[in-house]
């Protein structure tokens, strides 16, 4: 999945062994210690796209959905709020993934006052989260409010490489982790982990010019 640096985090759990110039060279270990990487185990099965391999994925079980459906349903009401901390921890680790967003490139506007970010977060979390909750029963992934071909498209045109998907993973664990740490448990780090990886799969499907 791209230039992972051998680097590992201590105290922030991640650590940039690059100023950031086309693409991304990072390292980041979750709250139990363990690098956020895909291995092969047990049922996953190797995907490739376009000859390439890009990671592992594995069924979404029924487990896994119960997980996913009952912490959202008490993150839900936070969404906000939640969507607004999961892009600042991406913006923490990847300083210069501000300049994809044209309302930040030269705003002054702190995060957190800034409406078109606000609005953006919100949409971006709850899509993810809806995405999640419905992988199971729809057996693929489904966005509501756009579709597949129109993120992976806007993902190409933004230049979007596996390292970006890689650094919004992480953040959203943490993000979630920190929303409801009572309920967090290494199976639902999975669940979600196991989530968004099918997400970011079917985007990176898309990911090409228009026709």
Same mark, same amino acid.
Not at 3 to 30: E, G, H, V
């Given at each position: !999945? +791209?230039?992972?640096? =051998?680097?590992? @985090? ?13 693409? #991304?060279?990072?390292?980041? !270990?979750? +709250?139990? /210690? ?16 376009? /000859?390439?391999?890009?990671? $592992? ?9 119960? #997980? ?5 349903? $008490? ?9 607004? =901390? ?8 990847? %300083?210069?993934?501000?300049? #994809? ?8 506007? %702190?995060?957190?006052?800034? %409406? ?11 899509? &993810? ?9 729809? +057996? =693929? ?9 129109? #993120? +992976? ?7 979007? $490489? ?5 650094? /919004? ?5 943490? &993000?979630?982790?920190? @929303?409801? %740490? ?8 999975? @669940?979600?982990?196991?989530?968004? &990886? ?14």
């Amino acid at each position: !999945m +791209g230039t992972i640096s =051998k680097q590992w @985090a201590c105290k922030n759990k991640y650590q940039t062994s690059n100023p950031f110039n086309s693409r #991304l060279s990072w390292a980041k !270990m979750d +709250g139990f /210690g363990q690098a956020i990487v895909s291995k092969p185990a047990g049922s996953m099965q190797g995907i490739k796209s376009k /000859g390439k391999s890009i990671g $592992v994925i594995r069924a979404f079980s029924e487990e896994q959905e119960a #997980l996913v459906v009952e912490s959202w349903k $008490v993150m839900k009401k936070d969404a906000a709020e939640l969507g607004l =901390k999961f892009f600042e921890k991406i913006f923490e680790i990847a %300083p210069s993934t501000k300049r #994809l967003f044209s309302f930040l490139r030269d705003s002054d506007v %702190p995060l957190q006052q800034n %409406p078109k970010l606000r609005s953006h977060a919100l949409s971006v979390f709850a899509m &993810t989260c809806e995405c999640a909750v419905q992988l199971r029963k729809s +057996g =693929k992934v489904t966005v509501r409010e756009s579709n597949l071909k129109d #993120l +992976g498209f806007t993902h190409f045109k933004y230049g979007i $490489v596996d390292e970006h998907f890689d650094v /919004g993973k992480f953040a959203l664990l943490e &993000t979630i982790k920190e @929303a409801i %740490p009572t309920m967090w448990t290494v199976e639902m780090k999975d @669940a979600w982990a196991e989530a968004y &990886t099918q997400l970011a799969f079917a985007i990176k499907e898309e990911m090409k010019p228009t026709s």
